[in-house]
């Protein structure tokens, strides 16, 4: 009798051991570890000096990691970080101080994306025509996930919830052989890697996509335009030019309307109604603001009216090769040659800065607007970073709220709150906490990396560990069943 008893013990002491096994191993191991300092700024920097600026912008750091010849690749924003992409590798620092905050050598083909700390590289060329895709923790400083994925990317792809949107398409030709696997969107769920589905057009799919609404729009060598559903990987519409290109260009969206650039500038309506059409000698991609569009065709820069096409002002420039894309609303920034432009929306030449020797842009490179700073990448792989004067931010900030893109103007309308707050100027600091208060608190959209650190690539040794202490379970119970 004595015995049955110690037995039951045994067995319910066994059984409580087991669960507390099954549950250690279900938890999120990295709940309990220390995840090392954050790299994501939880508040953005303001700076004090604000107040003696000049009413120009300044230079506030510029980054020279690498010197390497022909770097297609713009540096990257997010969350207050600007990642960089060298022959050294790839590193993230501080937009507001120039502190190079993570650098890892790895090589990328690809224009890297950013994510919550994460970053998505490609890193190498497979066999049969397909290439490495790799997503980075920068904070736990791990490889989350590699995937194979068809092509050779080198464009940016576009983040959205839970999803992560290339194109396979490579911006130059590998002489002496046919692109393979170039013709394809592809969608991959950013957590895990894996592939949800893969779309395929015709010609090399070589520009960057656009995700808006739920449709993806990119476009081809070929010249045709592609809107794919977001949630199913089906060809919603595609549009025609007829004219081939070698680079294409990723169309805009902007009020209701796409402009796509190929041969020609082409505006359609969501549905892929063509609107009009104006027949130029374009060699940049078209960045819309306040009712107008801009970007390079022949040796100038235009601005156009977004509803007619009808042209309000050329600026010349020296050599459209190594001319940037153009971005801004009140002040447009680009650069050409070894020299930074800002020009006003009606083409008044506002600001210039000259960079160092035997440096100069390239056709591939964009202005980044963030935070009242604009970020430039060089074709050496140099970054330059100019802080705009408190004043311009304002500016800024309210053409970027008309236009509606709020998360962007959020970040110029802080660094102008706190120079009118060292100024003193109740006005403008009504106005401007009247415009926060009206965009709300910054989203998190963070949150569901948090709750992922339970990895894909961790649930089948999770799921093996259960099994194995389940079976030893299963044989304690044998035995001791024996022996009652």
């Known amino acids: 009798m004595k015995m049955q008893i110690k037995i039951k013990i045994k067995m319910k002491l066994y059984i409580f051991l087991l669960l507390v096994a099954c549950i250690y191993l279900l938890y999120p191991v990295g709940s ?28 506030a750091w510029v980054s020279k990691h690498g010197n390497y010849p022909f770097n297609e690749y713009s540096p990257m924003v997010d969350n207050g970080l600007v990642c960089t992409s060298t022959n050294k590798g790839l590193g993230l620092i501080n937009i507001a101080t120039g502190e190079e905050i993570w650098i890892e050598e790895v090589m990328t083909t ?78 991959i769920n950013k957590y ?35 809107a794919v559903d977001l949630e199913s990987g089906n060809a919603v519409w595609e549009f025609e030019t007829g004219s081939p290109i070698y680079i294409s260009k990723t169309p805009v969206i902007y009020q209701e309307k796409i402009y796509y650039v190929c041969d020609s500038l082409y505006c359609l309506d969501v549905s892929g109604e063509l609107l009009w059409k104006r027949e130029m000698n374009f060699n940049q991609k078209i960045f819309a603001s306040k009712e107008r569009l801009y970007t390079i065709e022949g ?57 160092s ?29 100019f802080r705009l004067p408190g ?5 800024e900030a309210e053409a970027m709220y008309r236009d509606g893109d709020y998360d962007t103007a959020r970040g110029f309308y802080e660094q102008a709150l706190s120079y009118y707050e060292e100024k003193g100027d109740i006005t403008h600091l009504d106005s401007i906490t009247q415009r926060l208060s009206e965009l709300g608190p910054e989203p998190d959209d963070c949150t569901e990396w948090s709750n992922s650190t339970m990895q894909s690539s961790n649930l089948p040794y999770i799921f093996v560990g259960i099994c194995v202490v389940l079976l030893i379970g299963v044989i304690i119970w044998r035995k001791m069943s024996r022996k009652g």
């Open 357 to 385: 020797e035997h440096d100069d842009f390239f056709i591939h490179s964009s202005p980044i607007l963030s935070e009242g700073y604009v970020v430039m990448g060089t074709r050496l792989g140099h970054v330059y970073t």
């Open 391 to 395: 004043e311009w931010c304002y500016q």
């Open 192 to 226: 895990t890697g894996k592939r949800l589905w893969k779309f395929e057009g015709q010609g090399r799919m070589n520009s960057a996509p656009l995700v808006k609404n739920g449709i993806i729009y990119a476009s081809t060598d070929d010249g045709v335009l592609y």
């Open 299 to 355: 040796d100038d820069v235009v601005s156009m009216d977004a509803d007619s096409g009808e042209i309000l002002w050329r600026f010349p420039t020296e050599n459209f090769n190594f001319t940037t894309s153009i971005a801004g609303w009140e002040y447009l920034f680009y650069g050409c040659d070894d020299v930074v432009y800002c020009l006003s929306r009606d083409g008044e030449l506002l600001w210039e800065y000259t960079i």
């Open 110 to 187: 690809m224009v890297p994306a950013m994510d919550c700390e994460h970053l998505y590289y490609v890193d190498k060329m497979l066999w049969g025509g397909y290439s490495s895709l790799n997503c980075y923790s920068t904070r736990e400083n791990t490889l989350r996930w590699t995937q194979r994925i068809p092509g050779r990317p080198t464009f940016l792809p576009v983040i959205t919830d839970e999803k992560m949107v290339l194109t396979t398409g490579a911006y130059s030709e590998i002489v002496g052989r046919e692109p393979e696997n170039e013709n394809c969107i592809i969608c």
């Open 32 to 59: 309990f570890q220390d995840q090392g300092p954050s790299t994501t700024r939880s508040q953005p920097v303001l700076h004090s000096h604000l107040q003696s600026q000049s009413s120009l912008p300044t230079l």
